[in-house]
């Protein structure tokens, strides 16, 4: 996806009906080439066709519902599109080489050229197609069955393993689509084709990670061994560098499909007293006068496997528990699951939990818990403490429950799931490293991942013991002008918004609780700012920090940071600027590249991107669609997924 955002709207077409359109596109290329291998070939594109009118109008809601019937449907079409296009292949392969001089004489060029290549992701689509049915029909059956022994998940693990040949099949099929796809230039083909592939570039590889994870979902969910994950609830209300302020955290042991126990605890008690721990990082130390790393602060680097690999190290320091892997969530991910599986019933609770009251219920049973009859407002004497973070552990038990239970929709909790990844709401790392490779691969590892263009990613820090960060807006503006000798100048300007009310209260940096989960809400913003950008980024000045204090160092993956403070009180706007130097080198083939990472755990933010071009030269957006102004080529965009803004200078 180097030419596209990889975020999505809900109105775009689904990934296998994209399939369908590169298909079709492709039929249309062939179709004049066919007629002259005679009544077999035109035979097979007729059906060809058929077919594909006929899965494009089927409910592709069954890839989501696992309608067993549906798919095996599905399945047939796709077997029968599959065979269609091998006659074709084969009565049109002695033509092919003609399609280049015949496009040129039609005027179509470019697209005569794309025949072979078009042809090719056509053959592969279709296989790939088949063959994640023939993956996916069992697995919808395993679900489906009303007599099935043992829980949904222990019934799907071993229709994993079953299909296992299946999903490596349609692996082979999307590479050999991804390496025809790689010899097409989308600038030179009618914008109507290229449109398809564009947006085929957002989900092809999503459709090859499904299929790889699908493959090693058997070592996931511990077919061939126990496994046991660390479980990080992250407060997104006081958010850190991947998602939040680790809140409480808990095992789960997985073995041959089936859930073990769930036990959350607070993360303050993970602490052993009699063991020595590291040292606090000297950002930490500086922005909250912490002397030593606990496990609650864990996740204080940007890059999550590195604060995955943390956590695991004082996890086992302090209890003893080894781990196989981190699963972080944070409170949206947290509502969208429970969407998906409300409402829930928990004991003592006066009402079920569902996705519209769960984040309300989370605050107040945390201000006055059902175990105890204190309050946080008497913190100080009570054993209020003890019990002010049940909730977690009990909403827990009660989604194991209803999981085990097998009455899920578990279209609608793939989908939340899906989401959740995609916009960094939950994130996944595994001690395996084939698995690990494959999260990183997908995005859904959280790591920081500056690539070879111009890279952003900023890394705001909640470092003032409350929960304000619901009530905080920013907006992000970023302009680029190329110099002469192949540098770029960079100017960052983030403004912050505290949505409170205005207070004249002083702005005090201590950690204390207040009188509600909604007064710490309503507090300053103490935010510890950190902003990666590529390596060898000479920072030129900096200002609205706090004391004008920026600090320039090495960042994580081979990136510059920029770090610094700022102070936002309840209802009003801050911002800060930098202007910093790029190394030249970022500009290839006229083309600019900004990769614009999310940080975890944030809503979707508003950025600005401008291009400042030089006088007499013409820039153009590739991806995301943008604007010409005065001063360059300008793009908006809701940063809720990890995105490329792609532009090249017209010659």
Known sequence: MTASPVSSSPSRRRPWKLVLVVILLALL????????????????????????????????NALTTLDPAALADMQGRFARLEADFAVISREAGPFLPLAGPVGRLAGYPAEGEAAPALLQMAQ??????????????????????????????????????????????????????????????????????????????????LMQTGSALARLAPELLGVEGARTYLLLAQNSDELRATGGFISGAGL???????????????????????????????????AMDAQILL??????????????????????????AATDGVIAFDLEATQRIVAALEPLTLPGYPEPITAANVLTAMRQIWADPLATENTVAEAGKSDWWLYRKDFMGDLAGAARA??????????????????????????VTVNDPATATLLAEAGWSGAVTPGDGDYLLVVDSNVGWNKVNSLVQRTTNYSVAPQADGSLLADLELVYRHQGEASDQPCEHVARYGDSYEEMMRRCYFNYIRVLVPAGAELLSAEGFEQDQVTVKSGERDTTQLAGSLITPSGATRSVRLSYRLPSGLLSDDVYRLRVQKQPGTPAL??????????????????????????????????????????????
Do not use: C
């Open 252 to 286: 789960v042991q997985v073995d041959q499909g089936q859930l073990g126990e769930m036990d959350f605890t607070d993360s303050y008690t993970i602490f052993n007293p009699d063991i020595d721990h590291p040292l606090a990082p000297p950002d930490l130390e500086q």
């Open 402 to 427: 209803r999981l085990e239970s097998g009455q899920v929709d578990f279209g609608q909790l793939a989908r939340a799931l899906y989401t959740s990844l995609q916009e960094k709401h939950v994130l």
């Open 29 to 60: 290329v062939v179709t004049a080439l066919l007629a002259l291998r005679g009544l077999r070939a035109a035979s097979a594109a007729r059906s060809a066709l058929s077919e594909l009118r006929a899965l494009q109008a089927l409910d592709m």
């Open 606 to 651: 508003p950025v600005k991107v401008t291009l400042l071009a030089p006088p007499g030269e013409v820039w153009q957006p590739v991806a995301p669609g943008g604007q010409q102004t005065e001063e360059g080529v300008r793009v908006f965009f809701e940063l809720s997924q990890d995105t490329e803004v792609v532009m090249q200078r017209q010659p």
């Open 124 to 205: 592969s689509a279709a296989t790939a197609g088949r063959a994640s049915m023939d993956g996916a029909l069992p697995l919808a059956t395993a679900l489906n069955d009303p007599a099935g022994q043992g829980s949904a998940l222990a019934r799907l693990a071993p229709a994993l393993q079953q299909t296992q040949s299946s999903w490596q099949e349609a692996e082979a099929a999307l590479a050999a689509m991804a390496a025809a796809r790689s010899q097409l230039d989308l600038t030179q083909l009618d914008p109507r084709i290229a449109g398809q592939l564009e947006r085929l570039d957002r989900y092809l590889p």
């Open 295 to 320: 496990f609650r602060d864990a996740n204080w680097s940007a890059d999550y496997p590195t604060s995955a690999r943390v956590a695991q190290a004082l996890y086992q320091l302090d209890t003893g």
